[in-house]
């Protein structure tokens, strides 16, 4: 994989190919790599360099615990014309990439009324802008948001007192709206489920072959009423089996959609950014995944199903 940073509002391209990602942790304790000092006050403008809902969900814990650790730092996320020109799909020469794609809406998504965030960066602001390929690893199966905030003085003491699991701030009228659509659905508000039994990866968007491995994990859920969004026909299949009571979880806006999961009894299904994107919530999340191995892709808390009858579970710190 090659390794970026941005300086000058451009991808600049390290110039080789790296196993991992960031710096071991270890240069870090032993003084190689410099952190932020103890009393940061300064601006910290920040992005990733993919733009996806779950890009950003997975790493939505960072802003709220760097203002734990650096109180006075001032949070900075890109603009939305800097997504569209700077990190713009056609600027990674690397990439195979469609010209209709906007992900730029996405992290709007995500970081929707977070308190933690100070504004919004357009070019020419910065000399460099620190991103998610700024990580330092401890282990190669490490959550990517402990990655980022070690790279910056996070200590595992720090890890093991401030929760890093994904933060989604919602609105009251936001909730209301979601309350309401519950209740028009005959479904009491938190004793429903969510099903999402999709994917955006071409050779997944059909049922998975062996995704029955999860049934264990979900029979305790059998008949409660849920919210599902589905690629496929779901009746005939033990999904239909096990939730005969399904809602489509059509023509509701995504904020509103990202709402009702995350206030959700559970939420079962296929690894997707938008259940990733509400795991820092007290919903159930039991996920199947197809890769043989999450590295950094995994939020604490979640069970993981793997299509091999594998399952993973990492403990909630705090």
Request: negative net charge; aromatic residues 14%.
């Amino acid at each position: 994989m090659r390794q970026w940073s941005l300086v000058n509002d451009r991808i600049v391209d390290a110039g080789i190919d790296v196993p991992h990602l960031g710096v071991p942790y270890q240069h870090i304790l032993e003084g190689k790599v410099d952190v932020l000092p103890k009393a940061f006050d300064g601006w910290f403008p920040f992005t990733r360099m993919c733009n996806s809902i779950g890009d950003w969900g997975i790493i939505s814990g960072i802003f709220e615990a760097m203002k734990t650790k650096y109180p006075k730092i001032k949070l900075g996320v890109p603009s939305e014309d800097y997504l569209n020109t700077v990190l713009s799909p056609m600027n990674f020469k690397t990439w195979n990439y469609n010209k209709d794609w906007d992900t730029s809406h996405n992290l709007e998504l995500i970081i929707k009324n977070n308190p933690y965030i100070d504004f919004r960066f357009n070019k020419e602001q910065f000399d460099i802008v620190y991103t998610d390929h700024d990580r330092a690893y401890d282990e190669i199966e490490e959550p990517l948001a402990e990655q980022i905030v070690k790279r910056f003085g996070f200590t595992n003491d720090d890890l093991s007192k401030i929760d890093l699991r994904p933060k989604m701030y919602f609105t009251d009228e936001e909730i209301n709206i979601s309350k309401h659509i519950v209740s028009e659905n005959n479904m009491d508000w938190g004793d429903y489920g969510c099903l999402l039994l999709a994917s955006r990866v071409d050779e997944y968007k059909s049922q998975w072959k062996g995704d029955d491995v999860v049934i264990p994990y979900i029979e305790k859920y059998k008949n409660t009423k849920v919210f599902c969004y589905s690629g496929w026909e779901v009746d005939g299949t033990f999904w239909n089996e096990l939730f005969p009571n399904r809602t489509k979880f059509d023509d509701i806006p995504m904020r509103i959609q990202l709402c009702i999961k995350y206030f959700a009894k559970f939420n079962i299904g296929y690894q997707a950014g938008i259940t990733d994107s509400i795991t820092g919530g007290k919903s159930d999340i039991i996920t199947i995944t197809p890769y043989t191995s999450l590295k950094v892709n995994f939020i604490r808390g979640v069970q993981y199903v793997y299509l091999d009858g594998r399952s993973r579970k990492s403990n909630i710190y705090k």
